[in-house]
């Protein structure tokens, strides 16, 4: 049996960026009872797929920009100043549309281990293990969303049951252990540059340009 990926003892990665879907995360409070980011995704981006946290409330309070969110059949476009508060096992996704950037805080109670799912999730898209839409391959998929059932499931009941379905096989080709070793990697070294396409070159860029700049 292969060990759980260590949790986080103190936030790795202040800010994490997913080159294929436009996101940026910046952690400003990360505890077992309460995690807070402030997320910024970039004009036209959208994250991965629809979703649904079985075990935690999500709140979205905009900074800036418009967001465009997705829950129960409903589109929100919310507004500086709007919150929307999404209660566990809501099936959601949001988006960004629009011409300028957008600026939310987005909260999770209790945090439990999303972020640790988020600093797995970004290593992998900042590798380009995932797909043009920023989803991971399906064997790495499987791996991270066995790994993190507690905190996060995709949206649609088909790809949950085939995922589960699939989750056996990722484990017994080691694609645990390669999900691990994506984060070691990017948690030993997180400012070297993903030179381009699919093909990894080195270690995961999970700070943008714009921060590491700001930080030179």
Not at 153 to 167: H, N, Q, T, Y
Request: net charge positive.
């Amino acid at each position: 049996m292969t060990s759980p990926i260590p949790p986080i003892e103190t936030p790795t990665f202040p800010v994490l960026h997913h080159p294929g879907t436009g996101e940026t995360i910046r952690v400003l409070e990360s505890t077992r009872d309460l995690f807070r980011m402030e997320l910024t995704i970039a004009p036209r981006g959208e994250i991965a797929g629809s979703h649904l946290h079985p075990n935690q409330h999500q709140t979205f309070e905009i900074v800036s920009g418009k967001l465009v969110c997705r829950a129960q059949g409903r589109e929100h476009v919310l507004k500086p100043g709007d919150t929307l508060v999404l209660p566990p096992g809501v099936v959601h996704t949001q988006g960004n549309p629009f011409d300028e950037p957008v600026v939310a805080i987005e909260t999770y109670r209790p945090g439990l281990r999303i972020h640790e799912f988020f600093e797995a999730f970004f290593s992998l898209g900042a590798r380009g293990l995932t797909d043009n839409k920023g989803a991971p391959t399906p064997l790495y998929g499987a791996a991270l969303l066995d790994e993190y059932k507690d905190t996060i499931a995709v949206g649609s009941r088909v790809d949950r049951v085939l995922l589960r379905m699939l989750a056996p096989l990722a484990r017994s080709l080691g694609y645990g252990d390669k999900l691990r070793d994506v984060l070691r990697a990017a948690r030993s070294n997180p400012r070297l540059e993903l030179t381009g396409g699919k093909e990894w070159r080195g270690a995961a860029s999970l700070v943008p340009s714009t921060a590491r700049s700001a930080r030179s």
